[in-house]
């Protein structure tokens, strides 16, 4: 039997979908993550109880089956959600797609850093509209290194609905800032620019800049 519920959402049915011609979903005002599918048939004015959905994200099958339970619904068919989704959260890490046509679709590594479901979240030009079904996220993008053993923290934030995001475990080769070694090369470089915002700011202990100073601004 076909269902109207998304990837993530479990579903009970009371009709067959398949006999009505519009739907409309009308989230659950005292329980968050219930959702219930009205339908209307063509040429019928009224509408009819086809489904109820729950979100994978705030119950569990079993939490689920218990509420159709008490409250007295008697559905044909219960059907589990096939991606059962855990809860998008801050610290959690995801991947999104990035286009590059003509060539194939690569995929970017981020750090979930907020989550809204009742407000915009923008960084740039980018922004996106939060609901409880499609949080707007914000994340941090983590480069790869090009033998791909490595992920570097970068200044780059974007915004994406939940549902262009796939969560996935912690990236191996994650290198936090105190991992971060500089090359003997870049800290002969610092020192030289230490002595030489010195020389030309050095009457001044306000501007004085020490080796240590510029160390810790390059592992941010």
Same mark, same amino acid.
């Given at each position: 039997?076909?269902?109207?519920?998304?990837?993530?959402?479990?579903?009970?049915?009371?009709?067959?979908?398949?006999?009505? $011609? #519009?739907?409309?979903?009308?989230?659950?005002? &005292?329980?968050?993550?219930?959702?219930? /599918? +009205?339908? %209307?048939? !063509?040429?019928?004015?009224?509408?009819?109880?086809?489904?109820?959905?729950?979100?994978?994200?705030?119950?569990?099958?079993?939490?689920?089956?218990?509420?159709?339970?008490?409250?007295?619904?008697?559905?044909?068919?219960?059907?589990?959600?096939?991606?059962?989704?855990?809860?998008?959260?801050?610290?959690?890490?995801?991947?999104?797609?990035?286009?590059?046509?003509?060539?194939?679709?690569?995929?970017?590594?981020?750090?979930?850093?907020?989550?809204?479901?009742?407000?915009?979240?923008?960084?740039? $030009? #980018?922004?996106?509209?939060?609901?409880?079904? &499609?949080?707007?996220?914000?994340?941090? /993008? +983590?480069? %790869?290194? !090009?033998?791909?053993?490595?992920?570097?923290?970068?200044?780059?934030?974007?915004?994406?609905?939940?549902?262009?995001?796939?969560?996935?475990?912690?990236?191996?080769?994650?290198?936090?800032?105190?991992?971060?070694?500089?090359?003997?090369?870049?800290?002969?470089?610092?020192?030289?620019?230490?002595?030489?915002?010195?020389?030309?700011?050095?009457?001044?202990?306000?501007?004085?800049?020490?080796?240590?100073?510029?160390?810790?601004?390059?592992?941010?």
């Amino acid at each position: 039997m076909m269902t109207t519920a998304q990837p993530h959402e479990y579903a009970a049915i009371f009709q067959d979908p398949a006999d009505f $011609d #519009e739907f409309k979903r009308m989230p659950n005002p &005292d329980f968050d993550g219930i959702v219930d /599918v +009205w339908g %209307r048939r !063509e040429g019928e004015q009224g509408l009819g109880l086809v489904e109820i959905l729950a979100d994978s994200v705030s119950w569990t099958l079993a939490e689920f089956r218990a509420y159709l339970k008490d409250g007295n619904y008697d559905p044909s068919e219960v059907i589990e959600a096939r991606e059962v989704r855990k809860a998008m959260s801050v610290g959690s890490w995801v991947q999104y797609a990035v286009p590059k046509p003509p060539g194939p679709t690569t995929y970017a590594t981020g750090k979930v850093m907020t989550v809204s479901t009742s407000s915009k979240l923008t960084s740039g $030009d #980018e922004e996106v509209e939060g609901t409880t079904d &499609d949080p707007a996220v914000k994340l941090r /993008v +983590w480069a %790869r290194s !090009e033998d791909g053993d490595k992920f570097t923290r970068t200044d780059r934030l974007v915004v994406r609905p939940a549902s262009k995001l796939r969560q996935i475990e912690k990236p191996e080769g994650i290198m936090e800032k105190q991992e971060i070694e500089l090359s003997e090369k870049v800290k002969e470089a610092l020192k030289r620019k230490v002595e030489e915002h010195n020389e030309k700011h050095g009457g001044a202990k306000s501007k004085r800049a020490t080796f240590r100073m510029l160390e810790a601004s390059m592992r941010r």
